[in-house]
């Protein structure tokens, strides 16, 4: 069974870092392109990253580009999302998700951001 | 960029009616796209992969078509279970992105 776990969100002040953690199981992991999605309170989804499996090539949405990292470590099947010079308009849930085709979401990690 | 087109936002239907939702991008997708239904306060699932391919464990209520920038997302008979918010994607280039979701409401 595919299992996602995010974890490290929480409340941060503008201008602030977080690092946020996915643990994957049930699935080859180095095997797939995993991406980071959001959602704003009240609004729809919206994409923020991908990193591929074996090439580790990354992507980034405008809005985050310079600000947000992606990264993975395929020995302990985790991805990550490093939050730096965070705005109040990157206060959502994120989600991390499997392959291009976002088959199967982690439950949803909650970050705000607010002073 | 790719722009998604979702329509209607929202619509009201009944247990039992069929209902479509469609989708336009703004170029050419070929079949790259997907649906995903979310409920309030739980994440998204995935529905329809490659236009038209079921997810597995889907009901087959749930059906897609379409090719190119023309997409819909068919649920054959309303089910209190299906009221929730759809969202089409799609994976044809970066960056990734989402129609703006089409809520689906008791009448």
């Known amino acids: 069974e595919v299992q996602l776990l995010e974890s490290g969100g929480g409340l941060v002040q503008p201008g602030g870092s977080l690092r946020l953690s996915c643990a994957a199981s049930g699935f080859t992991f180095s095997s797939y392109a995993m991406n980071w999605v959001r959602q704003a309170p009240g609004k729809g989804l919206e994409w923020v990253s991908t990193i591929g499996g074996s090439d580790g090539a990354t992507f980034y949405a405008d809005p985050v580009k310079g600000r947000f990292t992606i990264s993975r470590d395929n020995s302990k099947n985790t991805l990550f999302l490093q939050m730096d010079s965070l705005r109040a308009e990157d206060t959502a849930v994120y989600y991390c998700?499997?392959?291009?085709?976002?088959?199967?979401w982690g439950q949803g990690a909650l970050v705000t951001v607010s002073s | 960029d790719i722009q998604m087109t979702q329509s209607p936002s929202s619509l009201s239907a009944s247990v039992g009616d069929r209902v479509t939702i469609t989708c336009r991008a703004s170029q050419g997708i070929s079949k790259y796209l997907a649906w995903f239904q979310q409920k309030p306060g739980k994440a998204p699932k995935s529905l329809i992969y490659?236009?038209?391919s079921l997810q597995s464990g889907v009901p087959s209520k749930f059906s897609g078509s379409g090719s190119g920038t023309d997409f819909t997302l068919t649920i054959s008979s309303l089910q209190p279970e299906d009221f929730a918010t759809y969202y089409c994607q799609q994976y044809y280039s970066y960056p990734l992105t989402f129609g703006g979701g089409t809520k689906v409401e008791i009448k």
């Open positions: 490659a236009a038209s």
């Open positions: 998700a499997k392959s291009e085709l976002n088959d199967y």
